[in-house]
């Protein structure tokens, strides 16, 4: 029971340390969408393209293209307050 337990915690964790790993190209050379992280040590050389912030009143997904310091291309998923909440 130990034995299973234990291979079970360390397979979760390689799979966390997997998910964890920067995502630099697909097969077809195009950059994949990364999922931004707190923890996470950005190397934003230039910002290429970030989405437009919309105008509603919840938590939506945004995109910002950027290249690193070695010229790699990146797509960074982060979450923002659209605009449209108001003052009360």
Known sequence: MKTSTLLLLAGASCM???????????????????????????????????????????VVPMQMVYEDSHGQRHVLEYSVMGRGCGSY
Request: aromatic content about 4%.
């Open 16 to 58: 966390a340390m997997a998910e964890a790993r920067p995502m630099t190209a697909d097969t077809t050379g195009a950059p994949r969408l990364e999922h931004y992280d707190y923890s996470m040590d950005l190397d934003i050389a230039r910002v290429i393209k970030i989405t437009e912030t919309p105008n509603v009143c919840e």
